[in-house]
């Protein structure tokens, strides 16, 4: 039982791994605004992780039909937003001052922009249902509800963004010209992301 809720997290830690468009949300976030910025910011990704962990679980062969099916235009549409964003981060950060470029996003919209970087990449629901293969985990097997593994999923991938988003806010300390410069960068490097996954999902539209 124990040792289920344990692999559980460790589900979710592996799940935050990977490095892509929300990491880099997350260091930006908690650049700017703080570790607790960055903290919810990683909310958004647990939560999709989360639900791709369901997924894998319950072997939604309907869910993972449809997911296999339309892949092409997820890519298309998730890399569209995912290069919008990146966009946006560049011209906020280029046009406004430090605090003024995110100053109408409330907490909740942070967790919102990385719910939907994580929702952009279809590839993430293979490596959640990897994850929990090599792990052992699935719901005929589970000696302890589903919603309690869950649950450490969730707790798992929130430990993990806390503590890097503690670690990134306690020991780098950066002047405001070099936060402003690497933001810029974030955001060119979310738009790559996005670029390679709308180029994605041409190819497989071919």
């Not at 570790?35 to 062969?61: E, K």
């Not at 919603?147 to 806010?169: H, I, R």
């Not at 936060?179 to 960068?185: A, D, E, P, T, V």
Request: glycine residues 10%; aromatic residues 8%; hydrophobic residues 60%.
């Amino acid at each position: 039982m124990v040792l289920e809720l344990l692999k559980a997290m460790v589900v979710g830690v592996c799940a935050a791994l990977p490095v892509g468009p929300v990491l880099i949300l997350v260091l930006q976030k908690t650049m700017r605004r703080g570790r607790w910025a960055g903290t919810v910011a990683g909310i958004g990704s647990a939560l999709i992780d989360t639900l791709y962990a369901a997924v894998g679980l319950f072997a939604l062969t309907l869910l993972k039909d449809f997911i296999a099916r339309e892949t092409p235009y997820i890519l298309l549409f998730g890399g569209i937003l995912v290069c919008l964003l990146g966009v946006m981060i560049i011209h906020k950060d280029s046009s406004a001052g430090l605090d003024e470029g995110e100053s109408h996003l409330t907490m909740a919209g942070y967790a919102v922009q990385t719910a939907g970087c994580a929702l952009s990449n279809p590839a993430a629901i293979a490596v959640m249902m990897g994850i929990l293969s090599v792990l052992k985990l699935d719901a005929q097997t589970l000696t302890v509800p589903v919603w309690a593994v869950l649950l450490f999923v969730f707790m798992g991938e929130m430990l993990y963004w806390f503590s890097l988003s503690w670690a990134v806010g306690r020991f780098l300390k950066v002047s405001p010209r070099t936060l402003r410069i690497f933001s810029k960068i974030c955001g060119a490097v979310i738009a790559v992301f996005g670029v390679v996954l709308v180029i994605k999902g041409i190819i497989a539209l071919n």
